[in-house]
């Protein structure tokens, strides 16, 4: 899909070779994910003129790929708001925002409600209510899914099929480089590429971004090769503050495969949810003693002690069983054709995995409507830290955000719109960001991976600070490739020195070299942004508490 609405003012002919055409809109929505499209939707309901910019086709997303499924409470099955919030607050080590993750939780099921109304289906159980069931870290049956284990897939099929429905503008295969700027430093629309490396820019009142994570930092992900944090980057580069980036959460399951790079088939945690364990070569349980949750502890927690196991008996892998699944093949279909794609049937052998990276627990700080503390800058989804994870996401909570936040982000847009807030129309200029420092993704990869992944310790996170360092070279950013290259970098630099600064293990920042959680010196949140130069500057408490 590429459409192009009336109500936006299209790209003209050619008047010069840089930008090569503009265009103007209310709302320029970075991302086709679940928190993008709701909100282009929502912006288009309010009656803003909104283009979506995308750098992929529009159905290419972390969101595509998930699993699980959402996680909303049903007053009616005996779970209650207070139950969510409770065990969100558990699997967040202390760092989520209480009353940020009441609100995200209470408006979970007026948001789902609208996102069936929009054409998402969701699987049923028998007596024909929504089929719910049960992931890491939940005390209830509470996670709905769509077929069976394709979630994520349904819920982008469907919001994309109402953007064309809509006729809500979509550029496809065009990235989002760097931001507009006015002398203020309000945020007033974006530059992009197109498909060919041709820059072009869209002029508008405020720009959302909805650009996912940064699961490709590592070696080994969950995420699908779009999920390179660029409009992390690109917010950082426009002086907004991030925070929580040390929490990378890796997922405990993803298919194990000798040597395997990039994306890698997740095994969904509702596998274990339905009964399933993991147990180690010689098939001894991983899980018992461990917490009182078990094989459905938090993520972080069943991540970690799968490391150890690992770690012990010299292996790359363990095994989760799950051969006591009665009709498998039905319930997950997705894990199944992704298992039988590597010769491994799940009804008789134990399924090989290990943790990859797979979350950003962290992100640029903003409200929980989206608003991060540059003027005119908005976002939401997975890119966005808005309180509701804290040091490690609760299981299938990130659509559930995505949906909420990104409804309301939209709405913010309107209301600041409607105040007068935003800058006019004509008074942005492209910044000069074209050119910014670049190291090689393959050696990221492996930096990070070895030096910045679960057991984390001073000397590895310097070792791998320096020889980023030694090797990045300052490069125009006129290709997709170098751009996100120059995220990555720019996310490697920054979360190194974050990591590098937490001296204790919480949630998802495992450090070897200080195994302990430590209450009294780090129940914070760490907050950094760019100084003039580009580097990060981890803000100290008195600086970060005037920070969005
Ligand atoms: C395998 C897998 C399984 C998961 N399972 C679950 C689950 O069961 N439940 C759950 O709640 N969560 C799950 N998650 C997490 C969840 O899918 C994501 O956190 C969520 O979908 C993120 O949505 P988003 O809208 O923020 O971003 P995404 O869905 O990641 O979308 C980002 C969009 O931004 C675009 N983009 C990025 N950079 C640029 C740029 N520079 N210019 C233009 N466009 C750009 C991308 O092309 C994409 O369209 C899973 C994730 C994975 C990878």
């Not at 808005?386 to 990104?406: K, P, Q």
């Amino acid at each position: 899909m590429s459409t192009l609405g009336d109500e936006v003012g299209a790209p003209g002919a050619k008047t010069s070779p840089t930008p090569d055409w503009e265009a103007t809109a209310d709302l320029v929505v970075v991302g086709s994910g679940v928190a993008g499209l709701t909100a282009a939707l929502r912006a288009r309901e309010l009656g803003l003129s909104v283009l979506g910019v995308t750098k992929a086709a529009v159905s290419d997303s972390n969101t595509r790929w998930a699993q699980g499924g959402v996680a909303v409470v049903d007053a009616g099955t005996g779970d209650s708001v207070a139950g969510h919030v409770a065990d969100t607050l558990a699997a967040g080590g202390g760092l989520c925002e209480e009353d940020v993750v009441r609100s995200i939780v209470a408006g979970g099921p007026a948001a789902v409600a609208r996102l069936r109304a929009r054409g998402t289906t969701f699987d049923r159980a028998d007596d024909g209510t929504l089929a719910r069931t049960r992931e890491g870290g939940h005390s209830a049956f509470r996670v709905i899914h769509a077929g069976g284990d394709a979630t994520g897939a349904e819920v982008q099929r469907a919001l994309a099929a109402d953007v064309g429905r809509k006729r809500v503008p979509v550029l496809e295969r065009h990235i989002a480089v760097d931001t507009l700027r006015t002398s203020s430093g309000d945020v007033g629309g974006l530059l992009l590429l197109d498909p060919d490396g041709a820059a072009c820019v869209v002029r508008a009142r405020a720009v959302l971004l909805a650009t996912g994570g940064f699961g490709q930092l590592y070696q080994a992900t969950s995420n699908p090769e779009i999920a390179t944090g660029d409009g992390l980057a690109l917010a950082l580069r426009a002086g907004a503050v991030a925070a929580d980036l040390e929490f990378v959460q890796f997922h405990p399951t993803v298919l194990y495969t000798p040597g395997a790079r990039g994306r890698c088939p997740l095994v969904t945690e509702a596998v274990r949810g339905e009964g399933a364990v993991l147990v180690d070569a010689g098939g001894a349980r991983v899980m018992p003693g461990v917490h009182p949750l078990g094989d459905l502890a938090p993520r972080d927690v069943v991540s970690a002690a799968i490391t150890r196991t690992m770690a012990d008996a010299g292996a790359d892998h363990v095994y989760l069983d799950a051969s006591g699944i009665g009709g498998f093949a039905r319930r997950f279909p997705t894990v199944h054709a992704a298992c039988a794609r590597v010769g491994v049937d799940p009804a008789r052998e134990p399924i090989p995995v290990a943790p990859a990276a797979h979350f950003a627990c962290g992100g640029v700080a903003t409200s929980p409507e989206g608003r991060t503390g540059v003027r005119g800058l908005y976002a939401a989804g997975e890119i966005a830290r808005t309180g509701l994870h804290g040091a490690n996401r609760l299981a299938s909570n990130s659509l559930l955000e995505g949906l909420v936040v990104g409804e309301r982000a939209a709405e913010a847009v309107a209301m600041d719109l409607a105040a007068g807030e935003l800058a006019p129309l004509t008074r942005a200029t492209p910044g000069d960001a074209a050119v910014a420092p670049v190291a090689n993704r393959g050696l990221l990869q492996r930096l990070m991976s070895r030096h910045a992944a679960i057991g984390r310790g001073a000397s590895g996170l310097a070792v791998a600070a320096s020889r980023i360092a030694a090797a990045r070279r300052d490069r125009a950013l006129d290709g997709h490739g170098v751009v996100e290259d120059a995220a990555l970098t720019l996310l490697a630099d920054v979360l190194l020195a974050v990591a590098a600064e937490r001296t204790e293990s919480r949630g998802c920042h495992v450090r070897a070299d200080y195994p302990q959680r430590d209450d009294a010196g780090w129940q914070r949140s760490l907050r950094v942004r760019l100084d003039a130069t580009g580097a990060p500057v981890v803000l100290t408490p008195a600086l970060a508490s005037g920070a969005a």
